[in-house]
């Protein structure tokens, strides 16, 4: 079994900055792509940004120039360095990765969350 732990979140005033963790554990072979996805109360779940094994990485319009993602793959961990955040970035932030398990068997799995407040 593979299991995805966020951290990272919290309460941040507007302008502030927090980065977010997210360590992939259990049976893995390799980790393909991962990215953030975030959530708010009544809306959509959105791809926040998005990162290859390769480290190629893509964002959504609204935070390209205030959030980095990142990877270490020697850690099976994704992060998302976000500055400059707004209340409109207040939602839960969860991370999700495509890992190959064994070389015939390849599964998306998610975390479980992680809160982000920004608000003064």
């Known amino acids: 079994q593979v299991q995805l732990v966020e951290s990272g979140g919290g309460l941040v005033q507007p302008g502030g900055s927090l980065r977010l963790s997210c360590v992939a554990s259990g049976r893995i072979f390799s980790i393909g792509a991962m990215g953030w996805y975030r959530q708010a109360p009544g809306k959509q779940r959105e791809l926040v940004a998005h990162?290859?094994?390769?480290?190629?990485?893509n964002y959504v319009d609204s935070v390209k120039g205030r959030f980095t993602i990142s990877r270490d793959n020697t850690k099976n961990t994704v992060y998302l360095q976000m500055s400059s955040l707004k209340p409109e970035d207040t939602a839960v932030y969860l991370c999700k990765a495509r890992v190959i398990v064994t070389l015939t068997l390849v599964n998306d799995y998610w975390g479980q969350g992680t809160q982000v407040t920004v608000s003064s």
């Open positions: 990162i290859t094994s390769g480290g190629n990485t």
